[in-house]
């Protein structure tokens, strides 16, 4: 590894060392006849090239040290520099993992930012790196409106086409946000990560958005090295991919000759700026010292493939062009060359020294910030909005509308929801509560496949887009990883999104977004970028004569282990209103992540113990708060506590009932949150009686019920604890489910075993002293 970064920089020192020097040209003037780029262009973006190519010097030389942790570089993309130079540093950006010398350039021109500091410190995991704290190397920075993004290849794609939709929305619906209306996205990845699934899926949103004649200013830049760590890209494949889609206007440029890169940048950044529509620009680059410090591709890659590349060096071509252009001398070029060189080591021995992360409490602060007093205030406040307390809207035809909350409830209930303080179903409640928060926060948009125009496969979303328009209620591709891609946007652009996945099972091909995108922004940008979002989701299985395994999903065991992702799960529907409060509360004020599980199978379930009660209606209140880990208790039986969670709840209430005509005394503990578990009250209700079943009905291997047993050992309950669930299978069609599924007999016959096997051994003892109490009169 050193010696590949002492021969990068000895050549880049031989090579204009033994440069003539030309006649001198002023600066200012075009550096080239018939271009429009001066000299001062090009020396501005040869430093930042040249600082781009230094830090990454420096970074192999900390690692091979041990004093530094990332060596994945930049080295051979410095022409992206080009890119940062014709875009506004107010354009937010989303960078590829090797867009370092676009970073030096943005930072370089926002007063007061330090690009060798900032990527240094980074690169030493200092807890004084300005964007992740020393939790990891990224390229980000919220002064110069750089997102920071993970490693996950194309990953970030989805959020930024959300980005780009959003910025324009939030202008035309009045939301405050952090970028101007007429920005442009930066868009930057690999040539390796347009074969993705997520790069493919997010670009034809993109173009299909576009299609539509809805706004969609985003720029993204293919940085094709030609190989994606040891797999080669055929030279012509980015251009058959994207050279010739309708829709989509390409540009294509060599990223190792500057005034090429930033002709071509700055024509397609105004285009996209003009037009409010996607294009793309393929960036023709090199890979210089391999894919990371671990790397060695002389095993992979022929000796006269690594020499061409080496011929290409950006940074090098554009000292050249400086030279011979007469802007400098070679002696000019190589006294800010190593002057640059020696600032970074410099600034490299400063960094080492500085303090890293000692405690996981400092690790995790970023993670599930939660204040639940703004919260609540939040979830309960009346609606503040101006004039009348009513705010314009449009609707599809573009009239102008005004909706209150006292409208959207008649309204709602117009459109077959019941009307504030009737009794509900949980559906009705769900919709009426949308309808709710919509009238009263204008930074609320609801969308998803289905949910406007048809207003969702249950009806949940029915008669919103008609209410509010389809500008804050409306349909979108059928693609989850656009819909969550959408909502991740929409979060950085100042609104509180409510997207909706179809069913459970879809969610699982977009779970990255959420684990790997959602949950990760405030880790790695220290809390300085969020995503305020709720992800409603229809799920679970119990539904009669439909659907099979992908409309009655149980598995929620990828959603557990999220770092500070809220996992909510209402069975009733006064719940479900003031938990959905909670969490879009939650969301705005903390930037939470919240996932909202809406049990199908009691969409629209009146009864509980007999046809007709109506015992599973309930009267939402917009009065009533519902903390996040609180749970729920009915009952206040003495002889067990039976836990369980959406459709596990009303079996679990009937169960009750049948063991109270056996003497058993029962109360059901509803958990309403899946993460955090309320802990609290589980323990509490635990030791009020003893026994715990936990009634899960999710599969055994993964699902809730580990976590709750798990939750009460670790607390000390010491008391009899025992499970019942679904079993560890998909969910079959017809009535082969019931095989499979957890049941009211299963739990009832549970929860007799363990009353048994704990009232068993208090029995022998009262017989054995009976026993003895009689011998004892025989005498």
Same mark, same amino acid.
């Given at each position: 590894?050193?010696?590949?970064?002492?021969?990068?920089? !000895?050549?880049?020192?031989? +090579?204009?060392?033994?440069?003539?020097?030309?006649? $001198?040209?002023?600066?200012?003037?075009?550096? *080239?006849?018939?271009?429009?780029?001066?000299?001062?262009?090009?020396?501005?973006?040869?430093?930042?090239?040249?600082?781009?190519?230094?830090?990454?010097?420096?970074?192999?030389?900390?690692?091979?040290?041990?004093?530094?942790?990332?060596?994945?570089?930049?080295?051979?993309?410095?022409?992206?520099?080009?890119?940062?130079?014709?875009?506004?540093?107010?354009?937010?950006?989303?960078?590829?993992?090797?867009?370092?010398?676009?970073?030096?350039?943005?930072?370089?021109?926002?007063?007061?930012?330090?690009?060798?500091?900032?990527?240094?410190?980074?690169?030493?995991?200092?807890?004084?790196?300005?964007?992740?704290?020393?939790?990891?190397?990224?390229?980000?920075?919220?002064?110069?409106?750089?997102?920071?993004?993970?490693?996950?290849?194309?990953?970030?794609?989805?959020?930024?086409?959300?980005?780009?939709?959003?910025?324009?929305? +939030?202008?035309?619906?009045?939301?405050?946000?952090?970028?101007?209306?007429?920005?442009?996205?930066?868009?930057?990845?690999?040539?390796?990560?347009?074969?993705?699934?997520?790069?493919?899926?997010?670009? /034809?949103?993109?173009?299909?958005?576009?299609?539509?004649?809805?706004?969609?200013?985003?720029?993204?830049?293919?940085?094709?090295?030609?190989?994606?760590?040891?797999?080669?890209?055929?030279?012509?494949?980015?251009?058959?991919?994207?050279?010739?889609?309708?829709?989509?206007?390409?540009?294509?440029?060599?990223?190792?000759?500057?005034?090429?890169?930033?002709?071509?940048?700055?024509?397609?950044?105004?285009?996209? @700026?003009?037009?409010?529509?996607?294009?793309?620009?393929?960036?023709?680059?090199?890979?210089?010292?391999?894919?990371?410090?671990?790397?060695?591709?002389?095993?992979? @890659?022929?000796?006269?493939?690594?020499?061409?590349?080496?011929?290409?060096?950006?940074?090098?071509?554009?000292?050249?062009?400086?030279?011979?252009?007469?802007?400098?001398?070679?002696?000019?070029?190589?006294?800010?060359?190593?002057?640059?060189?020696?600032?970074?080591?410099?600034?490299?021995?400063?960094?080492?020294?500085?303090?890293?992360?000692?405690?996981?409490?400092?690790?995790?602060?970023?993670?599930?910030?939660?204040?639940?007093?703004?919260?609540?205030?939040?979830?309960?406040?009346?609606?503040?909005?101006?004039?009348?307390?009513?705010?314009?809207?449009?609707?599809?035809?573009?009239?102008?509308?005004?909706?209150?909350?006292?409208?959207?409830?008649?309204?709602?209930?117009? /459109?077959?929801?019941?009307?504030?303080?009737?009794?509900?179903?949980?559906?009705?409640?769900?919709? /009426?509560?949308?309808?709710?928060?919509?009238?009263?926060?204008?930074?609320?948009?609801?969308?998803? #496949?289905?949910?406007?125009?048809?207003?969702?496969?249950?009806?949940?979303?029915?008669?919103?887009?008609?209410?509010?328009?389809?500008?804050?209620?409306?349909?979108?591709?059928?693609?989850?990883?656009?819909?969550?891609?959408?909502?991740?946007?929409?979060?950085?652009?100042?609104?509180?999104?409510?997207?909706?996945?179809?069913?459970?099972?879809?969610?699982?091909?977009?779970?990255?977004?959420?684990?790997?995108?959602?949950?990760?922004?405030?880790?790695?940008?220290?809390?300085?970028?969020?995503?305020?979002?709720?992800?409603?989701?229809?799920?679970?299985?119990?539904?009669?004569?439909?659907?099979?395994?992908?409309?009655?999903? /149980?598995?929620?065991?990828? %959603?557990?282990?999220?770092? $500070?992702?809220?996992?909510?799960?209402?069975?009733?529907?006064?719940?479900?209103?003031?938990?959905?409060?909670?969490?879009?509360?939650?969301?705005?004020?903390?930037?939470?992540?919240?996932?909202?599980?809406?049990?199908?199978?009691?969409?629209?379930?009146?009864?509980?113990?007999?046809?007709?009660?109506?015992?599973?209606?309930?009267?939402?209140?917009?009065?009533?708060?519902? #903390?996040?880990?609180?749970?729920?208790?009915?009952?206040?039986?003495?002889?067990?506590?039976?836990?369980?969670?959406?459709?596990?709840?009303?079996?679990?209430?009937?169960?009750?009932?049948?063991?109270?005509?056996?003497?058993?005394?029962?109360?059901?503990?509803?958990?309403?949150?899946?993460?955090?578990?309320?802990?609290?009250?589980?323990?509490?209700?635990?030791?009020?009686?003893?026994?715990?079943?936990?009634?899960? !009905?999710?599969?055994?291997?993964?699902?809730?019920?580990?976590?709750?047993?798990? *939750?009460?050992?670790?607390?000390?309950?010491?008391?009899? %604890?025992? @499970?019942?669930?679904?079993?560890?299978?998909?969910?079959?069609?017809?009535?082969?489910?019931?095989?499979?599924?957890?049941? #009211?007999?299963?739990?009832?016959?549970?929860?007799? *075993?363990?009353?048994?096997?704990?009232?068993?051994?208090?029995?022998?003892?009262?017989?054995?002293?009976?026993?003895?109490?009689?011998?004892?009169?025989?005498?």
């Amino acid at each position: 590894m050193t010696e590949q970064v002492v021969d990068l920089d !000895e050549r880049f020192r031989t +090579a204009i060392a033994g440069l003539e020097p030309r006649p $001198g040209r002023p600066a200012s003037q075009p550096i *080239a006849p018939g271009s429009a780029i001066t000299g001062a262009a090009c020396l501005e973006l040869f430093e930042s090239q040249a600082t781009s190519r230094h830090l990454d010097l420096a970074a192999r030389r900390l690692g091979s040290a041990r004093r530094g942790y990332y060596s994945i570089g930049s080295s051979g993309h410095e022409g992206n520099a080009a890119i940062a130079a014709a875009l506004r540093t107010s354009d937010p950006a989303l960078l590829h993992y090797r867009s370092g010398a676009f970073f030096v350039h943005r930072s370089r021109r926002v007063p007061g930012l330090d690009p060798i500091r900032d990527v240094l410190l980074g690169v030493v995991a200092a807890a004084a790196d300005p964007i992740s704290g020393g939790r990891h190397k990224v390229f980000g920075s919220a002064a110069a409106n750089v997102i920071p993004q993970t490693s996950t290849i194309a990953s970030h794609l989805p959020r930024a086409v959300g980005l780009a939709f959003a910025i324009d929305r +939030a202008a035309r619906l009045g939301v405050s946000g952090p970028w101007p209306p007429d920005s442009v996205v930066l868009c930057s990845f690999g040539d390796a990560s347009v074969n993705h699934s997520t790069a493919a899926g997010a670009i /034809n949103a993109a173009v299909h958005t576009a299609h539509q004649g809805i706004p969609m200013p985003i720029l993204f830049v293919c940085e094709d090295n030609g190989i994606g760590i040891s797999v080669p890209t055929q030279p012509d494949w980015i251009e058959q991919a994207y050279g010739h889609r309708p829709g989509l206007r390409y540009f294509s440029a060599d990223g190792c000759d500057a005034l090429d890169a930033l002709t071509t940048a700055s024509t397609a950044a105004q285009w996209v @700026r003009d037009n409010r529509a996607p294009a793309f620009v393929r960036l023709r680059t090199v890979r210089l010292l391999g894919h990371a410090g671990s790397d060695v591709e002389a095993a992979y @890659r022929r000796p006269a493939d690594i020499a061409a590349d080496l011929l290409g060096d950006p940074v090098l071509a554009t000292a050249r062009l400086l030279v011979d252009s007469g802007v400098a001398t070679p002696a000019d070029v190589l006294d800010c060359y190593s002057d640059l060189g020696r600032r970074v080591a410099a600034t490299a021995e400063i960094v080492c020294r500085e303090p890293k992360l000692t405690s996981a409490t400092v690790v995790t602060a970023p993670i599930g910030r939660s204040r639940p007093g703004l919260v609540r205030a939040d979830a309960l406040r009346a609606e503040r909005l101006p004039d009348d307390r009513r705010w314009a809207s449009r609707d599809r035809a573009g009239t102008d509308q005004t909706i209150s909350r006292t409208d959207a409830s008649h309204l709602s209930s117009a /459109n077959g929801a019941a009307a504030q303080g009737d009794p509900m179903t949980l559906a009705q409640a769900v919709n /009426n509560t949308l309808a709710d928060l919509l009238a009263r926060d204008r930074d609320v948009l609801v969308f998803g #496949e289905d949910v406007g125009r048809k207003g969702g496969v249950y009806g949940v979303t029915k008669g919103l887009q008609k209410m509010f328009g389809a500008r804050r209620v409306f349909d979108t591709l059928l693609d989850e990883q656009a819909v969550l891609g959408t909502a991740l946007g929409a979060a950085l652009a100042g609104f509180v999104p409510i997207p909706e996945i179809q069913y459970l099972a879809y969610l699982h091909n977009a779970a990255d977004q959420i684990r790997g995108e959602a949950a990760t922004l405030s880790f790695f940008s220290d809390g300085r970028y969020r995503n305020p979002m709720v992800v409603r989701i229809a799920g679970y299985a119990y539904q009669k004569g439909f659907g099979g395994h992908f409309h009655n999903d /149980n598995s929620i065991a990828a %959603l557990r282990d999220i770092p $500070g992702v809220v996992l909510a799960s209402p069975s009733r529907a006064d719940d479900a209103a003031a938990m959905l409060r909670t969490c879009v509360s939650a969301a705005r004020v903390d930037g939470r992540v919240c996932l909202f599980l809406e049990p199908i199978a009691l969409y629209h379930t009146r009864d509980l113990h007999t046809s007709g009660d109506d015992g599973w209606l309930a009267r939402p209140s917009r009065t009533e708060h519902v #903390e996040i880990g609180r749970a729920r208790v009915y009952g206040d039986g003495t002889d067990l506590t039976l836990v369980s969670f959406a459709n596990g709840v009303p079996m679990s209430l009937r169960v009750a009932r049948r063991l109270a005509r056996r003497g058993i005394h029962a109360r059901v503990l509803d958990l309403r949150w899946l993460a955090p578990l309320p802990v609290d009250d589980l323990l509490a209700h635990a030791c009020a009686t003893g026994r715990v079943l936990v009634a899960d !009905e999710t599969r055994r291997s993964g699902g809730m019920s580990e976590a709750v047993c798990a *939750a009460l050992i670790d607390a000390g309950f010491s008391g009899r %604890l025992a @499970r019942v669930t679904s079993e560890d299978s998909f969910v079959p069609l017809g009535p082969a489910a019931d095989t499979v599924l957890l049941d #009211e007999n299963r739990i009832d016959a549970a929860a007799r *075993a363990l009353v048994a096997e704990a009232t068993a051994p208090d029995a022998r003892r009262a017989e054995a002293r009976q026993s003895g109490e009689s011998d004892s009169g025989r005498e």
